[in-house]
């Protein structure tokens, strides 16, 4: 009986043929009456987002300026431009419900007891929408960003993947790349060496996270709970493999690194989960279009914020940032890093293969040269 609900409220209706369309609407650009036909089948209805929410962008008009790039502008602006101060740029998301995300935001980089004293400016790499279920539901567009002083310290990494003596990646070079960061096995290696690096070339990020339609925290919780623990569970499943292979070999295997014995099994990890179980607890409903962000510095703790947006009578804009907490402990947040970018299966095979493209994009250029880039 739920099907047919799920279908009609997902589904997208075919767009109507433009000349029926046109000789069905009279003078005023109605639609012709049709008589008891209306009443026996009425006209179908688009189920989706109005046109007007892919217009405005967090209280700003959204344009196309010089270059055909989009970008959110104050309502009254007459020539906007990238260049101006108030002007957002904007990357589409594939999807009419959460239409944009900013090239660029600004996250804190500190926080004392009373308010946040600082902020750094972080570039957009790539995004994708999550999806759920057989029928592919849209749950949230997730995005990669990466903080742009540690651009460079980026691209040295990923293009020492391939040449640890080039300063940008030729074509076949370029193509290797991809091939490895869409590589099950090879993917998590790479992430996994760019993310265990915490000292002078440590890079920080941050995943944005903007729900498609209403939820809840929970939901979201759990969501990356089951990650997590998804992964710590083929951790131990390939010690087990090894460890049995020794004793079938009666002979030394070395463990595979960084992955130690008992890595995920000790008491202090199962304390830091508890920690992040507690950021969302209690927090009730994230609204569709709500932001979350998660955040990893250099020595890979783990922060989480949360920004509601405000509806007013000129339309929406986003209200002040709420610092949920933090985890210190860098496994949690290398754990839930690898669950949309390393590994065979990862949350939103379209987030990573965006997410690839905007790496891709990155070491074609010269290290120091990039400023932010992305498809």
């Known amino acids: 009986m739920a099907a047919p609900f799920l279908l009609i409220y997902i589904w997208d209706v075919p767009p109507p043929d433009k000349k029926d369309a046109k000789d069905d609407l009279d003078e005023n650009g109605k639609p012709k009456s049709r008589g008891l036909l209306d009443l026996v089948k009425p006209r179908p209805t688009h189920a989706d987002s109005p046109r007007a929410a892919t217009d405005s962008f967090q209280g700003k008009k959204v344009v196309v300026a010089a270059g055909d790039k989009i970008i ?64 592919r539901v849209q749950v949230y567009v997730v995005g990669l960003y990466v903080k742009t002083a540690d651009l ?9 993947t391939v040449n640890p003596t080039a300063s940008a990646l030729i074509p076949g070079e370029k193509e290797a790349l ?20 915490d000292g002078s070339r440590a890079v920080s990020m941050a995943l944005r996270v903007v729900p498609t339609r ?5 939901h979201l919780q759990d969501g990356w709970m089951r990650g997590v623990a998804t992964r710590t569970d083929e951790v131990r499943r390939k010690q087990q493999d090894l460890l049995r292979q020794q ?22 990890f199962g304390l830091a989960m508890k920690e992040f179980k507690n950021l969302f607890q209690g927090r009730g409903k994230a609204p569709k279009g709500s932001i979350i962000v998660l955040t990893r510095d250099r020595v890979g703790a783990l922060g989480a914020y949360y920004q509601n947006i405000v509806k ?53 250029r010269p290290v120091g040269t990039v400023e932010g880039m992305v498809q």
């Open 72 to 135: 959110a502008a104050p309502q009254d602006a007459k020539n906007p431009s990238v260049s101006d101060p108030e002007a957002i740029e904007l990357v589409e998301t594939g999807t009419s419900y959460v239409p944009y995300f900013p090239r660029n935001i600004s996250l804190p980089t500190s926080s004392g007891p009373e308010a946040i004293t600082s902020s750094a400016s972080y570039t957009l790499i790539g995004l994708g929408i999550r999806k759920v279920s057989f029928l």
């Open 152 to 160: 460079s310290s980026f691209q040295n990494h990923l293009i020492n």
């Open 178 to 197: 991809r091939s490895a960061l869409l590589d099950g096995e090879k993917s998590e290696k790479i992430w996994q060496s760019i993310l265990a690096d």
């Open 214 to 218: 209403s939820t809840d925290f929970k």
């Open 247 to 268: 004793a079938s070999d009666d002979k030394r295997v070395a463990l595979p690194q960084p992955v130690e014995e008992n890595e995920f099994s000790d008491e202090s």
């Open 312 to 364: 007013t009578n000129k339309g929406e804009k986003p209200g002040d940032m709420a610092r949920l907490g933090e985890v210190r402990d860098e496994r949690v947040s290398r754990l839930l890093w690898q669950i949309y970018l390393g590994g065979k299966d990862v949350s939103s095979e379209d987030a990573r293969r965006n997410i690839v493209d905007g790496c891709i994009h990155l070491v074609e």
